[in-house]
């Protein structure tokens, strides 16, 4: 993961909070187009008639997220005919197969092609944009409780990133956050960053550790690492979610074979942050495994999400309990094979069987 190091002071996380799209010259700004294509089939090898689960039949849509990228096409192709929809889940967007059942011997594909629209900022973060800085606008944990508005009451929810003991995550987390009913939040959320990239060491794995396990083995994947920076910071009183992406990588090819199920990806590879809330300004990307720079400032003002090379494609907010929507399980008679692809190129546009 990118870590270059250097040297910045506290106060340019403000300019980099502060800057807007409206704050971007037309010369500065990058759009660029994907395809993104994903092919699942399953096929039944067992001696009897089975109902293929949900969880398989759930096929991730990238988000809509102002204003880093827009979904303009979505087109569904299959072998068979069969019942879907396009539906939301706690702003997630799904295809959805109704019902699927499977003789023995019999398979089903499914291909889901999306156009997406990214849009990139270069420089994204320069403090010279900004004349003057109002501190004011950042605002207190009295203000972030008075405030909030309802719908981020759930981002709030401890008990959907942490199994371990909550009482105990939450008062090691408040120590840390140092979150006072005058502290600013942003300076909260500085700390807990520091926090991580001081004791939380980075490591390339597939496993999904909880963040209290996180905390006791001191280190982390990047979703693990997005898991704990969520959860602390919802222990803190900051409201925060976890945003599972992918990362566009050219000429990236992998393959994982697990007790019948086959995943690749090409040119993309898998990555997590957390999405912030700091009262006055809105929600902020944060990523403690994927940034350009040595401080938990960068960790704001450079993450992964918005650094020139990183176009990472955004796909679902996550949760503990959104796991088995995202990372696939294998089943008794069953195998999958899963394939994720991503181009600059356009793709063959197709309509979907009937």
């Known amino acids: 993961m990118l870590r270059i190091r250097m040297d910045i002071k506290a106060f340019t996380l403000l300019s980099a909070i502060l800057l807007t799209v409206a704050c971007i010259s037309q010369s500065d700004v990058i759009y660029r187009h994907f395809w993104f294509r994903e092919t699942i089939v399953i096929t039944n090898n067992s001696s009897h008639v089975v109902r293929v689960h949900t969880r398989y039949l759930k096929i991730l849509i990238p988000l809509n997220i102002h204003p880093w990228q827009r979904i303009d096409t979505v087109i569904v192709k299959t072998n068979r005919r069969i019942e879907y929809r396009i539906t939301s889940e706690d702003n997630t967007q799904l295809i959805q197969i109704e019902r699927c059942w ?19 900022a270069l420089p994204l973060i320069n403090p ?54 005058k502290e600013k939040v942003v300076n909260s959320l500085l700390r807990i960053v520091k926090w991580i990239m001081n004791n939380i060491k980075y490591v390339r794995s597939n496993s999904k550790r909880e963040p209290s396990q996180v905390i006791l083995t001191r280190e982390g994947n990047c979703l693990e690492q997005a898991m704990l920076l969520a959860a602390m910071c919802r ?17 990236y090819v992998d393959n994982a074979t697990v007790e019948g199920l086959s995943m690749t990806f090409h040119n993309l590879e898998p990555h997590a942050l957390a999405m912030v809330y700091v009262p006055g300004v809105g929600w902020i990307p944060v990523d403690t495994t994927f940034y350009k720079g040595e401080s938990e400032l960068d960790a704001v003002n450079n993450p992964s999400i918005v650094i020139d090379d990183g176009f990472i494609l955004a796909f679902t907010l996550a949760d503990e309990e959104d796991f088995e929507n995202i990372i696939y399980e294998g089943e008794k008679g069953l195998s999958i094979t899963i394939v994720k692809e991503l181009y600059e190129e356009p793709l063959e546009l197709y309509k979907p069987s009937t």
Not at 102 to 120: C, D, H, N, Q
Not at 154 to 173: P, T
Not at 235 to 251: E, M, N, Q, R, T
């Open 235 to 251: 222990a803190a009183g900051i409201p925060s979610y976890v945003l599972v992406a992918y990362h566009y990588k050219p000429g």
């Open 102 to 120: 499977l003789r023995p011997g019999e398979s089903i594909k499914i291909e889901v092609l999306v156009r997406i629209k990214v849009t990139r």
């Open 128 to 181: 010279r944009r900004i004349a003057r800085i109002d501190y004011e606008l950042y605002g207190d944990f009295e203000q972030l409780k008075t405030k909030i508005a309802l719908q981020y009451e759930k981002y709030l929810d401890l008990g959907a990133l942490v199994e371990g003991d909550v009482r105990e995550f939450k008062k090691f987390s408040e120590r840390i956050a140092e979150a006072g009913e």
